[in-house]
């Protein structure tokens, strides 16, 4: 049962430009949703989350937007930088701790 | 203060053998999850140790079984290797169960 889908597997963008990463889930009752992001050789990290009650959360450069009619949230990284180059995973977070995890998008930023 | 580690961090086994896996938490923190991403996958919860009690469980095999010992560092076994096991294994450490995890590099393992 994936909790969390994740349906670009890639994304690529200038520099200075905006990316957005999105997210869909199936399942109505969860509790918070997270993004981690992951370089390679490295354990995913956190970046930002948002709770069930709230819209946007907003963390400097990174936001994270909570659409609960669409099931779909969505981060914008604004502006993005070459050193944001990861994979970033969409997760749902348990009140019994667990953590679920999208495949995962691979960002690109380039000069 | 010390992140989370891991050891080893490569290892390759055989079809049917065993394998332990290690992980130290960060400091402090009293809870650790394991967790198994399989090439092109998002990580898989396989359980979680609370105060050295297992406190949930993912949809795997009872030849997944774990410890935390005292000082809160971990082991995952595993027994019967099969050729899927072949993963990134990520343990995460956090101050309780429902708080931030804070991952390691990961073990990456192969089985032929």
């Known amino acids: 049962d994936q909790q969390v889908k994740q349906n670009s597997p890639s994304l690529s963008v200038q520099e200075g430009r905006i990316s957005i990463l999105n997210c869909d889930y199936t399942n109505s009752m969860f509790d918070y949703f997270l993004w981690y992001k992951k370089y390679p050789a490295e354990g995913p990290t956190f970046l930002i989350s948002?709770?069930?009650?709230?819209d946007k959360n907003e963390d400097g450069r990174f936001t994270v937007f909570l659409n609960k009619s669409a099931k779909h949230l969505s981060l914008h990284i604004v502006p993005s930088q070459p050193g944001d180059s990861a994979v970033y995973f969409c997760?749902?977070?348990?009140?019994?701790?667990?953590?679920?995890f999208g495949r995962g998008t691979q960002l690109t930023v380039w000069p | 203060e010390t992140g989370v580690t891991q050891s080893p961090t490569h290892l390759i086994k055989t079809r049917g053998q065993q394998v332990t896996l290690r992980c130290s938490s960060q400091s402090g923190h009293n809870t650790v999850s394991w967790y198994q991403q399989a090439l092109g996958q998002g990580p898989q919860f396989i359980f979680q140790y609370y105060r050295e009690e297992e406190n949930g469980r993912g949809n795997f095999p009872p030849r997944f079984s774990g410890l935390q010992f005292p000082n809160y560092s971990s082991e995952l076994n595993v027994n019967a290797l099969e050729l899927d096991d072949s993963a990134l294994y990520l343990c995460a450490s956090s101050l309780g169960q429902v708080e931030t995890q804070y991952f390691g590099p990961g073990t990456r393992l192969l089985v032929l």
């Open positions: 948002i709770s069930s009650i709230k």
């Open positions: 997760l749902r977070g348990s009140t019994l701790g667990r953590l679920y």
